[in-house]
């Protein structure tokens, strides 16, 4: 047996059944060359390599020696026309049953459309009924259908191998249409999988509003929806049954618009007010009735396979819709909430209740106990969606996390956070606080203070005026528009009067920050002379020990860089030795 070789488009090596490609040449020069003789000699190489093929033997090799062997009876004139007629008719009929049988999908297609896709004339597919169905066609037909499908198998297989390096296209595109079919089955079973998903969480919708329209009472439905009846049982159990064998899917559909994303009618329908197009996500949340409403469902399925699945497809929805505004991102980031809110109460025992109210607690929990959730993925995600909910989930997900960052580090990233999703309309930005040991030095009077210049009085004053006043504390949110706007003008009035008579200036302008990298303001320009004020304070050097080196020093008028040197009394540059240090100054 040979190796057939490795063609242009990149096929692999296989086995095949012929030496080498002289024996191929001669086998097919000896099919089409008339002699009776010869034509033997390449059925009996053709046998030899049926032999080594077995049931793997090229269909269009095996339907020519059939019909080559029936031109050899014939020709001979030993055999009787209707046993020629039957010999004709069984390889004309193998041939049309096996050459389009490959052709057939998962719905059967009539012989003549494949027969016409494959440019054999209907006459022969005619025939071939003929031969099967009806009464037998005559010789001359049989000797006339032979004649024609020797010529196409010459022209569409034989011909076709001598310049693709004896590659047999027959059966590579039988396997590739295999694959087709096999891809096609898995598609239409995907898509009946898909739409028993939908239809078991329509039918959960429908028990859940059925009992609502009963009770006609949203309090009274509420109790009712945690009391399952048999129908609901029923479609939970399906569902979770679905959920082992496909995941990702289910959590797809879930999150499609008009299940865990309501609908504004579905709203309506539960007395829950719609909101407007801009939705405050500072505080994100699900409404109780809603919440109560797929409470059954998402407890049934909750799992340490399920449920962090559902929360990394959450933040993936996020970020495709953190710069839209809407039901969407509302109730994307409020699931979030109480997912994370609900696994973090879930298992914790309250001591000093009596059962009743142990049972009746856990009745209203949406999970009964914890699962293990990949922190750092969650917080990875959580920095990926960037939103205005994203500093109340970062918090929530670095107060829940296992391996908790350490405090400096939370609150740092918690204020980059909040500086980033400022949004244009907003004055100030959450602060969280951190100690004075890790103040800012912005000023000549920060410096001064750390250095212990100024009294602890000073020091606390300063420190309320520079940076405290910048920002404002995380504190409990509180009701009612009017006070938050007392409050922020307040503090807003305060750090304009503690900054009174110095070179800073609080920034009052609506500015979208997050578009302006750090350490840069709109306006600026490259020229480092934008950063020389008319009124500076003057540092005074610190006593430093007189020694040698230092007297030496000080009988040095003019440093190495051209600037007078500090002396006692401080640092005393003019105009010039600033423009002096500009004009040294390299930008990169």
């Known amino acids: 047996m040979g190796a057939r070789g490795r063609g242009g488009g990149g096929r692999p090596e296989e086995l095949v059944a012929w030496i080498n490609r002289a024996e191929w040449d001669q086998v097919i020069e000896y099919l089409y060359c008339g002699d009776s003789k010869l034509q033997r000699q390449a059925l009996d190489r053709i046998s030899a390599w049926k032999c080594r093929y077995g049931n793997s033997t090229p269909l269009a090799v095996e339907c020519t020696a059939n019909l080559i062997h029936c031109k050899l009876h014939d020709h001979a004139g030993e055999t009787a026309s209707s046993e020629l007629v039957l010999s004709y008719g069984l390889a004309l009929v193998r041939f049309v049953n096996l050459i389009t049988e490959r052709k057939q999908k998962r719905f059967v297609v009539p012989l003549r459309r494949l027969a016409n896709e494959m440019n054999i004339p209907e006459w022969i597919v005619n025939l071939r009924h003929e031969l099967t169905h009806r009464r037998l066609p005559t010789l001359g037909w049989c000797r006339k259908g032979c004649e024609f499908v020797l010529e196409w198998l010459r022209q569409q297989y034989w011909n076709q191998q ?29 898509k009946e999988f898909h739409d028993k998903i939908r239809e078991l969480l329509t039918s959960y919708e429908k028990e859940q509003f059925q009992v609502l329209t009963e009770q006609k009472l949203v309090s009274k439905t509420k109790k ?11 479609i939970l159990s399906q569902v979770k049954r679905l959920a082992w064998e496909n995941r990702e899917m289910v959590v797809d559909i879930l999150l499609d618009d008009g299940f865990l994303i309501p609908t504004e009618e579905q709203l309506k329908s539960l007395n829950i007010e719609c909101p407007g197009e801009f939705v405050d996500l500072s505080n994100p949340g699900i409404p109780s009735t809603f919440c109560r409403f797929w409470q059954p469902l998402l407890k049934c399925l909750h799992s340490r396979y399920f449920t962090p699945l559902l929360l990394e497809k959450l933040f993936t929805e996020l970020k495709h819709c953190c710069d839209s505004s809407g039901l969407r991102i509302q109730y994307v980031t409020g699931w979030i909430t109480e997912i994370l809110a609900a696994n973090a109460k879930a298992g914790k025992n309250v001591k000093g209740l009596p059962r009743s109210q142990k049972i009746k607690r856990s009745m209203w929990q949406l999970f009964l106990f914890p699962c293990l959730l990949d922190w750092q993925d969650l917080l990875k995600s959580c920095l990926a969606a960037p939103c205005q909910a994203t500093p109340h989930l970062l918090q929530q997900i670095l107060t829940d996390t296992d391996s908790p960052l350490p405090i400096t580090t939370q609150q740092k990233l918690l204020q980059l956070c909040s500086i980033y999703i400022q949004e244009p309309g907003s004055f100030s930005i959450s602060d ?21 210049s ?77 950063f020389l004020v008319n009124n500076y304070t003057l540092m005074p050097g610190l006593p430093q020990p007189t020694t040698k080196e230092t007297m030496d020093q000080k009988n040095t008028e003019i440093s190495t860089t051209g600037l007078p040197c500090a002396d006692p009394e401080g640092l005393w540059w003019n105009q010039g030795d600033l423009h002096r240090l500009k004009a040294g100054l390299k930008l990169f």
């Open 162 to 190: 001598l310049g693709n390096n004896l590659v047999d296209s027959w059966i590579l595109d039988s396997q590739e249409e295999e694959d087709d079919e096999v891809q096609l089955q898995e598609q239409l079973k995907q």
């Open 432 to 452: 969280f606080p951190i100690g004075c040991n890790h103040l800012p030095v912005h000023t000549v009077e920060n410096l001064q203070m750390m250095n212990g």
């Open 224 to 234: 009712l929806w945690n009391i399952l009846p048999s129908e609901v049982e029923w």
């Open 454 to 530: 100024e009294s602890s009085n000073q020091l606390t004053s300063t420190v309320q005026t520079d940076f405290l006043m910048d920002t404002e504390p995380v504190v409990a949110h509180t009701t009612g528009e009017e006070q938050s706007q007392t409050v922020n003008l307040e503090v807003l009035t305060e750090r304009i009067q503690s900054l009174e008579g110095s070179v800073w200036q609080l920034c009052t302008d609506q500015i979208a920050w997050k578009n302006y990298p750090l350490g840069k303001v709109p306006g600026q320009s490259d020229d480092p002379n934008c």
